[in-house]
């Protein structure tokens, strides 16, 4: 599961261990809200540091237009978006990148419990700006 080329794939493999403990604690069909207190709950007896539902600005041109909750901001540097759908489309991925661009995070989960297998996707920005 960890594959070391990842930048923060140690810690990428610990969120997905969670996520996996948690699918195979309840399985699917459950809202995304019961995934989220499941996975929380998971993180914090795995000792994981996050901030759950992180207020985001996002900006137009230098300009504040709004905010966005990010589910979990896990120590400070890898978004995770929660899905509780039978299918993960490309819409859902493409909206996690923006979230990776607009946060400008290098990387982030998206994780699907809603079907029979837990799925994950690794995301990684290519926009990523380093802050100086």
């Known amino acids: 599961m960890i594959k070391t080329e990842y930048k923060y ?12 403990e948690v699918h195979n604690e309840l399985g699917n069909g ?3 809200i019961i995934y989220q207190r499941a996975l929380e709950h998971e993180m914090n ?16 041109k230098e300009k504040p237009i709004g905010t966005r909750r990010v589910d979990f901001l896990v120590e400070t540097k890898i978004s995770v ?8 489309e490309s ?14 995070l290098e990387v982030g989960l998206l994780i699907n419990f809603g079907n029979n297998r837990l ?7 290519k926009k990523f700006q380093p802050s100086n």
């Open 81 to 88: 978006e929660l899905k509780a759908l039978t299918k993960i």
């Open 119 to 125: 799925e994950f996707h690794r995301l990684q920005n």
């Open 30 to 32: 459950f809202q995304e």
């Open 9 to 20: 794939s140690e810690l990428t493999g610990k969120i997905i261990g969670c996520a996996m």
């Open 91 to 104: 819409v859902h991925l493409a909206q996690a990148i923006n979230y990776l661009e607009a946060y400008n």
């Open 45 to 60: 007896l795995q000792g994981i540091s996050f901030d759950r539902e992180f207020e985001m600005p996002i900006f137009y």
